[in-house]
């Protein structure tokens, strides 16, 4: 097959056979990037709204809508062994592959990586203080543990694999002994028995809770799954990667939130006496997590940049540092809003990068080419879905002068998905395109 200029470029990101993973170990990310103090206050928030056998049913049902649509993404990627935001170049084009899609990736990772980390060092410093008296700035503890976290990161995938196959068993001995503690101390099972929630929450507000905490994550499936040796495998990793333990902490969560009132286990464990433990859950959680932000944002950063997948090390460090200095100079609280915003813009563009692959181009990878230029069929959808997505999922909330646009519909983020896929088939027939036939990478 003869190849493009364009599609040379794109296969400097085009992951080898050789380096193609087990799903096991893809699976292993997942759960990694599913425990988090987030998630667990996401079950909490749904514990107080629902009773424990709704909460299992709305996860099952949110992250069931996530493993679908993040499959299809992560086929892609293990069909052409390339990340997300080139995979983008096909319904796209390159350029808006390269510079609005990997922009809005690197921006929201970094922000969240930055987030985390300051989480992790506000709670580090007041958690090491009670234990020993000695007081850290959280600044200090900030810069140290993003540190320590984008270093992991930056030995790539196998980094974050083997990072995981040691913290993920422990921080689910760790979760199951902070839940058997607190249920135990506090009449757990009495008060689960008893409990009504106070006010009620219903099916379609907790399934849009549960697929906004791990829509960007669904979204950028194809930097992980493009490692997975065959389709099956990118399905075997998405779906018990993703639902066993987003069930799993989601629920414990709910529970710890009814029992205790308090959905953080680290707290939870440091008043039960043993803040040792609760301290390396806290670690742990966030580290496991934040590898992810860092290596997708290096990633989106060095498409951004033109650089290659051997230089991209370089700007998953960057990427960490980064938001490893916004966490430190305390400025991540009035950043939260732009980054709500990104991340209820990514979605969008997997409507449009579904459509093209699997509706248009028939899920054959010999259909896929990276477009040169703009694709304007792609961009018009891709920004029609995205404010589908914001006008539905709350997040004009955020901005005060176009607060009145929301609209409370189904589930913002699937909203954007949708609108973006259909719009995205009908505006490419619409300009003749699927010439393309029978042209390869």
């Given at each position: 097959?003869?190849?493009?200029?364009?599609?040379?470029e794109?296969?400097?990101?085009e992951?080898?056979?050789?380096?193609r993973?087990?799903?096991?170990s893809?699976?292993?990310?997942?759960?990694?990037?599913?425990?988090?103090?987030s998630?667990?206050?996401?079950?909490?928030?749904?514990?107080?709204?629902?009773?424990l056998p709704?909460?299992?049913?709305?996860?099952?049902?949110g992250?069931?809508?996530v493993c679908?649509?993040?499959?299809?993404?992560?086929?892609?990627?293990?069909?052409t062994g390339?990340?997300?935001?080139?995979?983008?170049?096909?319904?796209?084009?390159e350029?808006?592959?390269?510079?609005i899609?990997?922009?809005?990736?690197?921006?929201?990772?970094?922000?969240?990586f930055?987030?985390?980390a300051?989480?992790?060092?506000a709670?580090?410093?007041?958690?090491l203080e009670?234990?020993t008296?000695?007081?850290i700035?959280?600044?200090l503890?900030?810069?140290?543990w993003?540190?320590i976290?984008?270093?992991?990161?930056?030995?790539?995938?196998?980094?974050l694999?083997?990072?995981?196959?040691?913290?993920?068993p422990?921080?689910?001995?760790v979760?199951i002994y902070?839940?058997?503690?607190?249920?135990?101390?506090?009449?757990?099972?009495?008060v689960?028995?008893?409990y009504?929630?106070a006010?009620?929450m219903?099916?379609l507000?907790?399934?849009?809770?549960?697929?906004?905490?791990?829509?960007?994550g669904g979204?950028?499936?194809?930097?992980?799954?493009?490692?997975?040796?065959n389709?099956?495998?990118?399905?075997?990793?998405?779906?018990?990667?993703?639902?066993p333990s987003?069930?799993?902490?989601l629920l414990?969560?709910?529970?710890?939130?009814?029992?205790?009132?308090?959905?953080?286990i680290?707290?939870?464990l440091?008043?039960?006496g043993?803040?040792?433990?609760?301290?390396i859950?806290?670690i742990?959680?966030?580290w496991t997590t934040?590898?992810t932000?860092?290596?997708?944002?290096?990633?989106?950063l060095?498409?951004?940049l033109?650089l290659?997948e051997?230089?991209?090390?370089v700007?998953t460090?960057?990427?960490?540092i980064?938001?490893?200095?916004?966490?430190?100079?305390?400025?991540?609280?009035?950043?939260?809003?732009f980054l709500t915003?990104l991340?209820?813009?990514v979605?969008?563009?997997?409507?449009?990068?579904?459509?093209?692959?699997?509706i248009?181009?028939?899920?054959?990878?010999?259909?896929?080419?990276?477009?040169?230029?703009?694709?304007?069929?792609?961009?018009?959808?891709?920004?029609?879905?995205?404010?589908?997505a914001?006008l539905t999922?709350?997040t004009?909330?955020?901005?005060?002068?176009?607060?009145?646009?929301?609209?409370?519909f189904?589930i913002?983020?699937?909203?954007?998905?949708?609108?973006?896929?259909?719009?995205?088939?009908?505006?490419?027939?619409?300009?003749?395109?699927?010439?393309?036939?029978?042209?390869?990478m």
């Amino acid at each position: 097959m003869r190849l493009s200029k364009t599609n040379n470029e794109s296969r400097a990101f085009e992951i080898r056979e050789d380096e193609r993973q087990s799903w096991p170990s893809i699976a292993m990310v997942w759960i990694g990037a599913m425990i988090c103090v987030s998630s667990l206050m996401v079950g909490g928030i749904l514990g107080n709204g629902m009773t424990l056998p709704q909460c299992a049913i709305t996860v099952l049902i949110g992250y069931g809508i996530v493993c679908v649509y993040m499959s299809f993404m992560g086929m892609q990627g293990c069909d052409t062994g390339l990340p997300t935001a080139v995979m983008a170049g096909s319904a796209l084009g390159e350029t808006g592959g390269k510079y609005i899609i990997s922009a809005i990736l690197a921006i929201a990772c970094i922000g969240w990586f930055g987030i985390q980390a300051a989480v992790c060092g506000a709670s580090f410093s007041s958690m090491l203080e009670a234990m020993t008296g000695v007081s850290i700035p959280i600044w200090l503890c900030a810069v140290i543990w993003g540190v320590i976290m984008v270093s992991t990161a930056c030995f790539g995938f196998k980094g974050l694999k083997w990072l995981n196959y040691i913290a993920v068993p422990l921080l689910i001995v760790v979760l199951i002994y902070g839940l058997i503690t607190a249920v135990v101390r506090n009449d757990g099972v009495n008060v689960i028995a008893a409990y009504e929630p106070a006010a009620s929450m219903g099916i379609l507000s907790g399934v849009s809770l549960t697929v906004g905490s791990f829509a960007v994550g669904g979204s950028i499936a194809g930097d992980y799954c493009r490692f997975a040796r065959n389709r099956g495998d990118v399905i075997k990793s998405s779906v018990l990667g993703v639902l066993p333990s987003g069930l799993l902490i989601l629920l414990i969560g709910a529970v710890l939130s009814i029992v205790t009132g308090e959905y953080d286990i680290s707290l939870i464990l440091t008043a039960a006496g043993v803040p040792a433990i609760g301290l390396i859950a806290l670690i742990a959680a966030t580290w496991t997590t934040n590898v992810t932000n860092a290596y997708s944002g290096g990633l989106s950063l060095s498409i951004l940049l033109g650089l290659d997948e051997k230089r991209s090390h370089v700007c998953t460090a960057v990427a960490g540092i980064v938001g490893t200095l916004l966490a430190a100079v305390g400025i991540m609280d009035k950043f939260q809003a732009f980054l709500t915003l990104l991340c209820a813009l990514v979605p969008a563009f997997v409507g449009v990068m579904i459509a093209d692959y699997w509706i248009l181009g028939k899920g054959r990878k010999e259909n896929f080419h990276v477009r040169p230029g703009v694709f304007w069929p792609g961009m018009a959808a891709f920004l029609v879905g995205a404010f589908a997505a914001c006008l539905t999922s709350g997040t004009f909330t955020y901005f005060p002068a176009v607060a009145f646009l929301n609209v409370n519909f189904f589930i913002g983020p699937i909203n954007g998905i949708v609108v973006a896929m259909i719009l995205y088939a009908a505006l490419s027939r619409l300009a003749g395109d699927r010439k393309r036939q029978g042209r390869g990478m």
